[in-house]
């Protein structure tokens, strides 16, 4: 820790007793006067990057308490009700392959709604304990394994990927791969987009990350998020642009290319 870090946690030890005699909207008041305060001395440049970092600095907490709000998944599920997208797509009898499925809530969900059979696999073995406590179905079972170096034989319907494709590096190779080893007749995503909020690109061109997850390597525009999947054989025959994300269904060309000689 550096030295101001050290000072900054004396000085928040020292003011606690005050602090938690203070109702949280009065709490609220005085942190936003003292960061606006500091804000209107510096530059408009670095006023933005000083309340940018603030900003960046409460998002993680903010999603961890949207977590427990809702007993353990976040609120996103609820609110943006992106699990319709995944089963309306979803037939029953088919085999899917949820790829990093988590704690296993959207797949659990299409196994419950869609009448579908799912293996959901994750890297994280925490994430995978949780999915079998929680959300257990008798059409799906969970695997501890990297998609990215060995995907699971197929064949599989539908291979999902939620949120996924943005923490992968080699995007294209990744999904040539799994599209050649799972055979799937499609693909359904759901990945972040840049153009989600005016301060994004502000933030980029102030020098600051402007990422939603410090572990994504992209976050799409629609011309970027095309252009990568026609780089990787795709066909994208559906997408919908919503909560600054892109939702889409796409088809290995391959059967495309069946379909018209």
Not at 55 to 75: F, I, K, R, S
Not at 201 to 227: C, N, Q
Request: one cysteine or more; charged letters at 25%; a negative charge.
């Amino acid at each position: 820790m550096s030295a101001q870090g050290l000072v900054g946690r004396i000085a928040i030890k020292l003011m606690r007793p005050i602090l938690a005699r203070m109702s949280e909207q009065l709490l609220a008041d005085f942190l936003a006067d003292v960061a606006k305060a500091r804000a209107e001395t510096l530059p408009p440049d670095r006023g933005l990057q000083f309340l940018f970092t603030l900003d960046e600095a409460l998002y993680p907490a903010q999603g961890w308490l949207a977590v427990a709000y809702d007993g353990g998944v976040h609120t996103k599920h609820r609110h943006t009700r992106y699990h319709d997208f995944f089963i309306d797509r979803i037939r029953p009898g088919e085999r899917v392959l949820d790829v990093g499925c988590g704690i296993g809530a959207l797949a659990f969900d299409i196994a419950q709604r869609s009448g579908a059979s799912v293996v959901g696999v994750d890297l994280q073995e925490k994430h995978l304990a949780i999915a079998k406590e929680r959300f257990s179905h008798p059409n799906v079972s969970y695997l501890l394994a990297d998609v990215v170096r060995n995907p699971p034989e197929g064949p599989f319907d539908v291979v999902v990927l939620s949120n996924v494709l943005e923490h992968i590096d080699c995007r294209v190779e990744f999904l040539r791969g799994v599209i050649d080893k799972v055979r799937p007749t499609r693909a359904l995503l759901r990945v972040p987009m840049f153009e989600r909020d005016w301060r994004v690109p502000l933030k980029k061109e102030l020098g600051m990350d402007y990422r939603l997850d410090p572990t994504h390597f992209i976050e799409y525009s629609p011309e970027s998020f095309i252009g990568e999947l026609e780089a990787a054989d795709l066909l994208v025959t559906h997408q919908e642009f919503r909560w600054g994300e892109i939702w889409a269904e796409a088809v290995p060309q391959i059967y495309t290319d069946r379909k018209h000689p």
